[in-house]
């Protein structure tokens, strides 16, 4: 029997060093290949200290051999990096941040789990940063640059298009080129609003009285609806603010008011909300409306996008006003949630942290 036991466990025995130095040689593949990376790569034990890192790493955080062990803090020492660390629980977001060492060169920090430790990948994103600047710019002063011509071209068809002896052939032609540039100037407006959102990273923070705003929105919205025949509901089931930009809320808000009657069948119902939840604060907008496919779902915040083009020009949408709302709540740290079915209707919903709801007791 013992012959036997020890036959069995010959090739086990032959085996595992074999299993062994296949591993070692896959994990100096891989050390291999992060070193030749042009990315920073660190990998950080469970007191955020030092444990290995690549020569990018070493070039970027001046990393010495005797770093080792060192907290990851004691070399980035930039605040919104550590309130990133900190927070990141899920490992699904990044953070942005100037490079200590030059305020002209932008970096994006990522964590990721890896087993008990975590692995910080650092990439150098200046050229993007700057891309995206120049994508901005450009786009702010051509709509800057559109307003005068359009605000001339606006007047003057009003002003034509009022003359009582004009051709009745002529007057159809004035009245398309009017809806025209009208829509053409609320695209530019938009454009001007969405470039000054993302410009101002930061803005200043006033205690917002919701309860005044939603009623004064919801009156705009009444305003709006007398060519549609809806039924509005307004719903306040709390009397807390909220701590942000009045401007850029009431924007935002009211886009997807006007959003809901818009795309409503005429005679539809509509429920504005304003709700205390155990995290914070919700806004809702809820229709019967038309409703919207899944597959277009995840992408109604880009600019441009429309699941209906003509649909959207017809009701003089510009294809920007949820890439507005997206950046607003951004800035607020509030996040926008969607649920529809098509034919049915949808809801959407800004869900604000507590963070930035101030109770109407303590004001």
Known sequence: MSNIASMDNEPQNQLEPIAQQNTTDQ??????????????????????????WNQSAQELLSLQPDDKDKSIFDFIRVPEFRQYYQATTTFNDSVHIESWQDPKRYLKCELTPFGDEKLLIIYDVTRLQHLEEMRRDFVANVSHELRTPLTVMMGYLENFS??????????????????????????VNDLLLL???????????????????L????????????AYGHTIHLQIDTYDGLYGSEMYLNSALSNLVINAIKYTPKGGNIAISWTKTADGCRFAVEDNGIGIAPEHITRLTERFYRVDKGRSRATGGTGLGLAIVKHVLY??????????????GSTFSMVFPAAYVRSASTD
Do not use: C
């Open 27 to 52: 994990l100096k593949k891989i050390r291999s290949a992060l070193r030749a990376l042009r990315d920073a790569v660190i990998l950080l034990n469970e007191d955020d200290s030092l444990e290995w």
């Open 162 to 187: 009022d003359q009582p002896d004009m051709p009745p052939h002529w007057r159809r032609g004035f009245e398309l080129m009017t809806q025209q540039t009208a829509r053409m100037n609320r695209i």
């Open 195 to 213: 470039s000054r959102i993302e410009i101002e990273e930061t803005h200043e923070l006033n205690y917002i009285d919701m309860t005044r705003l």
């Open 215 to 226: 009623t004064n929105i919801y009156d705009d919205a009444q305003a709006y609806n007398q």
């Open 331 to 344: 800035q607020h740290e509030a996040n926008l949630q969607i649920e529809s079915v098509e034919g049915v």
